[in-house]
């Protein structure tokens, strides 16, 4: 049976993943540094959240695999 509180979490995880690739990148504009220096920080910034939040889809997409799977059996055994 679905557990709506793990799709929650999936979701939560990823607005927070949102929120902090926005307040990142606003405190990273804003701050007093030159030209070069600024794109290297957005650059590394950018890459790290990409590099984060790929990580956290890749544990999504596993849950919903296990998640229907484990859905499938249910159906089996109710059919068998």
Do not use: Q, Y
Not at 18 to 39: E, Q
Not at 47 to 56: I, P, Q, S, T
Not at 57 to 72: M, N, P, R
Request: hydrophobic share 40%.
């Amino acid at each position: 049976m679905c557990n709506c509180n793990e799709n929650n979490v999936g979701k939560s995880l990823l607005l927070l993943a949102g929120g902090v690739a926005i307040g990142a990148a606003l405190g990273i504009l804003f701050a007093p540094a030159k030209g070069a220096a600024t794109r290297r920080k957005i650059a590394s910034t950018t890459r790290n959240l990409k590099d984060n939040l790929v990580g956290k889809l890749e544990t999504l997409v596993e849950s919903a695999e296990e998640l229907i799977g484990d859905f499938k059996e249910n159906i089996e055994e109710k059919t068998t």
